[in-house]
């Protein structure tokens, strides 16, 4: 009986589960529907707000750049006018302005970065006669020895205000160049940017080292390996580019090859063929300074001169009327 009592039970309620089942059916393909447009309606608001933020940031974090002290911000903001111009690499910071402009009495600014290659030099020179009147550029010739790639990629944060960096980043990188356009911030993820930051509030006239090489190091000279400078065409001819910008200008050029440790620089088996490479394809004569300099004490290790060096090889330079 009661299974008898249970079929007809199950047969009586058929209808109403079915009904259940399709009510429920239609609320989860309802449910569907109003998720799949909350989040279309969602994503097209997020887009242009997103867009927007961006472009709103990166506006922001421009006007902080030009804010700053760092030496291409004073370049691009208007502030960078000197008597002489220094180019180069981190050996360029020997070139210590405020010893400079005691000795000469001149206004000077130096362009110089660590690892700057002479194609960014290039750029940044000509930016530079295009909105200032110097007397003199001096050079440092051992920028020409190596390019990084990474250098001027990171110079990003300044390509909205130069087509030349502009130009140059998008040879160097397309993928750099393509986000840059697509995204205002990423402009400003660079280790160039993060010195714009650094010399908000502090002046940028004081990268040269104050330490003394290690006896450490000294001692290992003795063991380091042979060294070779090479100029490749696109660096020789960036340098020419320079030299014939700042003829035009009326801006007398002077290149030079600052000191190196004495043990190192008995390691470059080629520095005589190097010059004189530069000078058959100048025409300039490279002022030659990289053994003026012998004592360890002077040097902060193989490649730099520290502030007591850098004073000698610049009471030098001036006695020679490089600047």
Known sequence: ????????????????????????????????????????????LLVPVTFIGDRLLGAGLEWLLLESNFRYSRLYGGTAQADVVVLGNSRGHAFYEPEMEKLSGRTIFNLSYNALPISVGRALVEDYLDRYTPSVLVVDVSMLTKTEEQ????????????????????????????????????????????????????????????????????????????????????????????????????????????????????????????LATIETATGYEVEDYSGLIRQDAMFSDYLHLNKDGSSIFLAELYEDEVF
């Open 151 to 274: 250098i001027t990629n990171s110079f990003k944060a300044y390509e909205s205000l130069s087509p030349r960096l502009d130009k140059l980043i998008e040879r160097s990188s397309e993928e750099t160049s393509t986000a840059s356009q697509i995204f205002s911030l990423y402009r400003f993820n660079s280790e160039v940017f993060h010195r714009a930051l650094y010399y908000l509030a502090k002046t940028d006239d004081d990268w040269i080292l104050d330490k003394q090489i290690s006896a450490t190091m000294a001692r290992n000279s003795r063991d380091l390996d042979r060294v070779s400078f090479r100029i490749t065409k696109d660096r020789m001819r960036d340098l020419r580019h320079i030299i014939e910008v700042a003829e035009r200008k009326g801006v007398t050029v002077n290149l030079v090859m600052g000191p190196y440790y004495p043990g190192y620089l008995k390691k470059i088996s080629n520095l005589d063929q190097f």
């Open 1 to 44: 009986m009661r299974s008898i009592a249970q079929g007809m039970l199950s047969r009586a309620l058929r209808p109403y589960r079915q009904s259940l089942v399709q009510t429920k059916g239609v609320n989860q393909r309802g449910a569907k529907a109003r998720f799949v447009r909350s989040s279309m309606l969602v994503l097209l």
